[in-house]
């Protein structure tokens, strides 16, 4: 480790009864043609969007509950992705919600009618399509990790990204290259390579803007990752959670010979403890910030926040390590990056804060 500082944290919305004192556990940001914003927050088993609250310019003063009725929501760490259907202005935009043991949503403006709705046109022969994770690549949706075959992956079809059973949409099963011991934990996007990170196995296909002609391109055996909010692009590189540590990817796509970088590597032993203890690792989050070169991951049972400063890489390839920590205790539990607002998101019991200034909550 390392003595360094950190920014404080500033909350922007209001108290919200439906939210109470839970975690905001997810957030994205939704954007349509015509310049408006919506930003999509979870907590507490509910969903919500956050709105202008006389004229404060900041859209997440309020939380407003829009949980779609007749659905039943299990937990709130719901992965969003966002892809029009169709091209040109009149393209209607959809963001995909993703999350196991939960139908995958797909959230809409029409007008200014908010909808979330269960996603209807499913994959042929999958009784219950509950993806846990969901990647916008090539004009498509791309999910993984449902139920009944966590070995599968469901695309949509082009450019129409609730349309799951048309003749263009398909499916990718790679259990005949990890086994049928292995499953999908999440995905990413490179260049023109698609990423599948598996709990054990790291596969790599190449050519994935055309699924029927994509080919496997390289398969990394004994190297997993451990959670799928863990997995961050940063634009030249892709970050994850592994076993034992914090793993840089992209060097080792672009040239196989070249050893996977380790970013933890200075403090390994004491982090693979703290691992071990995550009983739940689909709870690890972590984001990245564009502006201040940082990636934070979150160990929510070790109350632990690990923060890896990507500046500039030591000599053996690893990165300068600190870890952050609260008065109170707390954590930060979700991440988002928002380059429109200049503002690194995070979640907190009760809202959402963003990265600024010199006190946590004026503390």
């Known amino acids: 480790g390392r003595l360094a500082s950190r920014q404080g944290h500033q909350k922007l919305n209001n108290y919200n009864s439906a939210l109470d004192d839970n975690y905001v556990e ?39 509950d829009i949980t779609p009725a007749g659905v039943t929501i299990k937990g709130s760490r719901w992965q969003m992705q966002s ?30 009618t908010l909808t979330w709705e269960k996603i209807t046109d499913t994959p042929l022969g999958v009784t219950n399509f509950d993806p846990d994770a969901c990647l916008s690549a090539y004009g498509r949706i791309w999910t993984a990790g449902i139920s009944e075959n966590p070995f599968t992956i469901f695309y949509s079809d082009l450019l129409d990204p609730t349309n799951f059973n048309s003749d ?35 596969v790599i296909y190449k050519g994935a803007s055309n699924p029927d002609t994509m080919s496997l391109e390289d398969v990394i055996t004994g190297v997993g990752c451990l959670s799928r909010d863990s997995i961050k692009a940063t634009g030249t590189d892709l970050i994850f959670m592994s076993k034992s540590g914090v793993r840089s ?76 920590s609260l008065t109170d205790g707390t954590l930060f539990n979700s991440f988002f990056d928002c ?25």
């Open 339 to 363: 380059n429109k607002t200049g503002q690194f998101l995070m979640g907190i019991p009760g809202g959402v804060s963003y990265y600024t200034r010199h006190t946590d909550r004026g503390s």
């Open 249 to 324: 990817l992209t060097r080792t796509i672009q040239e196989k010979s070249m050893p996977m970088r380790e970013l933890t590597l200075n403090m390994r032993d004491e982090l693979t403890e703290w691992i071990r203890y995550e009983n739940y690792p689909e709870n690890i989050r972590a984001g990245y910030c564009e502006d201040n070169a940082y990636y934070i991951i979150t160990l929510p049972l070790n109350k632990k926040m690990i923060y890896i400063d990507l500046r500039m890489p030591m000599e053996n390839g690893s990165a300068r390590c600190t870890t952050w």
């Open 26 to 64: 997810s957030i994205w940001r939704h954007d349509l043609v015509d310049g408006r914003t919506y930003y999509l927050l979870n907590g507490n088993n509910k969903m919500f969007r956050g709105r202008e609250l006389g004229g404060s310019r900041n859209i997440i003063k309020e939380l407003m």
């Open 168 to 202: 263009n949409a398909g499916i990718l099963d790679i259990s005949s290259v990890v086994g049928n011991n292995d499953v999908i934990v999440g995905m990413a996007q490179h260049n023109d390579f698609l990423v599948i990170f598996c709990k054990d196995n790291i």
């Open 83 to 112: 892809l029009p259907q169709g091209a040109g202005s009149n393209a209607k935009i959809y963001t995909i919600a993703t999350q196991k043991k939960n139908p995958a949503m797909a959230f809409s403006v029409t007008g200014n």
